[in-house]
């Protein structure tokens, strides 16, 4: 942080700020943590664990946005949009959907994602209608047969 919040005076490395004294602990505190979590992401990305790496960066994101966070937040969710694309080419809605509520934590705003979710709950909806009518036809054919 270059700034105070407060007052915009300069800062140093001091946890109060030089011209209103306001106390910076917090602000400096949550910076250090959305580093942590940032630097967990990107080890659980290079060790291919993408569902630890999304939770560990929508942490970092909501402490502060800093551009590198923001930089792998969207890479992240170009890569799992893939992902989640193939699984509803593989009819795995539920896998889908999970995967594809993180990526919503990870970037609430983003408009694709949205539309991304809403055909994943039609897709879902759907199998599910689907492999209801075929248990009710197959009771109906038990019955009928008796």
């Not at 407060?6 to 306001?22: D, G, K, M, S, V």
């Not at 170009?78 to 896998?95: G, N, P, Y």
Request: with cysteine; glycine share 2%.
């Amino acid at each position: 942080m270059d700034r105070c919040p407060c007052c915009n005076a300069r800062l140093t490395e001091a946890i109060f700020c030089p011209r209103c004294q306001a106390d910076l602990s917090s602000v400096l505190g949550s910076e250090h943590m959305a580093r942590y979590w940032l630097n967990n992401a990107l080890q659980f990305w290079a060790m291919r664990e993408s569902s630890m790496a999304i939770l560990a960066l929508t942490k970092s994101v909501n402490l502060k946005k800093t551009r590198t966070a923001l930089v792998f937040r969207d890479f992240i969710i170009h890569r799992q949009c893939q992902q989640v694309l193939a699984l509803l080419e593989q009819k795995k809605c539920m896998d889908a959907e999970k995967l594809l509520s993180m990526l919503r934590d990870l970037n609430p705003d983003d408009e694709f994602l949205k539309q991304l979710y809403g055909f994943t709950e039609y897709s879902l909806a759907k199998d599910i209608i689907e492999i209801s009518t075929r248990q009710t036809i197959k009771i109906f054919n038990e019955l009928k047969s008796r």
